[in-house]
């Protein structure tokens, strides 16, 4: 008999509780300010990413052009021995291969190594990028006194709520 009352008591304390959260919460949600940051957009359109690219583009543009002229010598030389193939010795053919497949190898670690360089340097770059950027949506939500910014990963938020122009603003777009 005891224990039938102490769960009954349970019960009506649980009820109490529930009910109690599901009529506050509408009030509690009326006043909550909340904001959208599109990331993607804020990585394309900040002024820092397109310094970053300007930069990079340059920190790399020599190693970039060598590959290029390597690229050209390598296709230069292919359509050459494909040209003069038929008329070879068959050991200068098998040697002219061997030195192109050699070739061949040489410039696809080349062109490996180089992106696997620009990865690293941008990914550095998008580190210091989303410190600026977190520091700028903590700063506009403090300023405008948001409750809760979401970012990217939202199934859907409409246009009323997303700050990411006012991010973009902070960052120094114009």
């Given at each position: 008999?005891?224990?039938?009352?102490?769960?009954?008591?349970k019960?009506?304390?649980?009820?109490?509780?529930?009910?109690?959260i599901f009529?506050?919460?509408?009030?509690?949600?009326?006043?909550?300010?909340?904001?959208?940051?599109?990331v993607?957009k804020?990585l394309?359109?900040?002024?820092?990413t397109?310094?970053?690219?300007?930069k990079?583009?340059?920190?790399?543009?020599?190693?970039t052009?060598?590959?290029k002229?390597d690229?050209?010598?390598?296709?230069d030389?292919?359509?050459?021995?494909a040209?003069?193939?038929l008329?070879?010795?068959?050991?200068?053919?098998?040697n002219?291969?061997k030195?192109?497949s050699?070739?061949?190898?040489?410039?696809?670690?080349k062109?490996r190594?180089l992106r696997?360089d620009?990865n690293i340097?941008?990914?550095?770059?998008?580190?210091g990028?989303?410190e600026?950027?977190?520091?700028a949506v903590?700063s506009v939500?403090?300023?405008e006194?948001f409750?809760?910014?979401?970012?990217?990963?939202?199934?859907?938020?409409?246009?009323?709520?997303?700050?990411t122009?006012?991010i973009?603003?902070?960052?120094?777009?114009?």
């Open positions: 008999m005891f224990r039938s009352s102490e769960v009954k008591f019960c009506l304390v649980k009820s109490l509780v529930l009910s109690t009529l506050t919460s509408p009030a509690a949600f009326a006043e909550l300010k909340i904001g959208f940051v599109q993607d804020i394309q359109e900040a002024p820092q397109i310094e970053s690219n300007k990079l583009e340059k920190e790399f543009s020599a190693r052009d060598k590959l002229a690229v050209k010598s390598l296709k030389k292919e359509a050459a021995f040209k003069d193939a008329t070879m010795k068959e050991s200068e053919r098998d002219k291969e030195s192109l050699q070739l061949r190898v040489d410039v696809q670690r062109e190594e696997e620009i340097r941008r990914n550095e770059e998008l580190g990028l989303q600026q950027i977190n520091k903590t939500a403090k300023a006194s409750d809760l910014v979401l970012y990217n990963g939202v199934a859907y938020a409409s246009e009323k709520i997303d700050i122009d006012k973009l603003k902070s960052l120094g777009k114009k």
